[in-house]
């Protein structure tokens, strides 16, 4: 597609439940993020993939939360045991490497209740 | 260190008028410094960006102003439109390879008024 597509947009589910979010980057792009914005919040880092190399986890809150990406392709972030405060939106981010343009997707808004 | 605090949270300006936004960072090692605007249910687009080797960037109605020593960066949008209210977050990164791993501001939400 033309740009980055995540799925699902909305997902509600209830505490103590998984979930898994679906990232599609930018066809070209060998670089992707994971940002959360929480409502009202800036975004914060949670996870970088770069080609082949290991992911830069830096950013994950806990050990609840994992990210897989095949190749330079598609991501999956998976949030296990979902609490009240996972609730917000996950963005996923493209880029081609060594450019600093970050290209998001419109998000999954995440309702933990 | 690592945060990025922006100000306003929140700022109302009518068309013409100038909007600033302003920011502020401690680590020393950022040398990458994007805004991006992001319109309700959309994701953040980059919408312009410097690096600490000059002091200005302009483009368009667009400019950041930015001041090394005093850690500070700024967003003017001169003639401001209706078509600007969004939310407008400046970031902060530490370049390399790595330059989409951000640290950003909370945001300033702009309303321009017709």
């Known amino acids: 597609g033309a740009g980055v597509s995540q799925s699902p947009s909305n997902k509600v589910t209830e505490k103590g439940k998984d979930v898994e979010l679906r990232c599609d980057p930018i066809?070209?792009?060998?670089?992707l993020y994971w940002y959360r914005q929480r409502l009202g919040q800036g975004l914060e880092f949670l996870i970088y993939?770069?080609?082949?190399?290991?992911?830069?986890k830096s950013g994950l809150p806990s050990d609840r939360f994992s990210a897989e990406r095949t190749g330079e392709s598609v991501s999956t972030l998976t949030i296990q045991r979902t609490q009240q405060e996972d609730s917000a939106v996950y963005l996923c981010?493209?880029?081609?490497?060594?450019?600093?343009?970050?290209?998001f997707g419109e998000g999954s808004r995440l309702t933990v209740l | 260190q690592q945060q990025v605090k922006q100000s306003p949270q929140s700022l109302i300006v009518q068309k013409g008028g100038i909007s600033i936004i302003n920011c502020a960072y401690e680590?020393?090692?950022?040398?990458?410094f994007p805004w991006y605007q992001q319109f309700p249910g959309k994701g953040p687009a980059l919408l312009i960006a410097?690096?600490?080797?000059?002091s200005e960037k302009k483009e368009g109605r667009f400019t950041i102003s930015f001041n090394k020593s005093a850690k500070q960066f700024s967003l003017h949008i001169m003639d401001s439109q209706p078509g600007d209210s969004a939310t407008y977050f400046c970031?902060?990164?530490?370049?390399?390879?790595?330059?989409?791993?951000?640290?950003f501001g909370q945001g300033t939400i702009l309303t321009v008024h017709p």
């Open positions: 981010a493209s880029t081609r490497t060594g450019v600093g343009e970050l290209f």
């Open positions: 066809s070209g792009h060998t670089a």
């Open positions: 993939f770069q080609g082949n190399s290991a992911p830069d």
């Open positions: 680590n020393t090692a950022f040398d990458y």
């Open positions: 410097i690096r600490p080797d000059v």
């Open positions: 970031a902060a990164g530490a370049g390399g390879t790595s330059y989409g791993k951000l640290t």
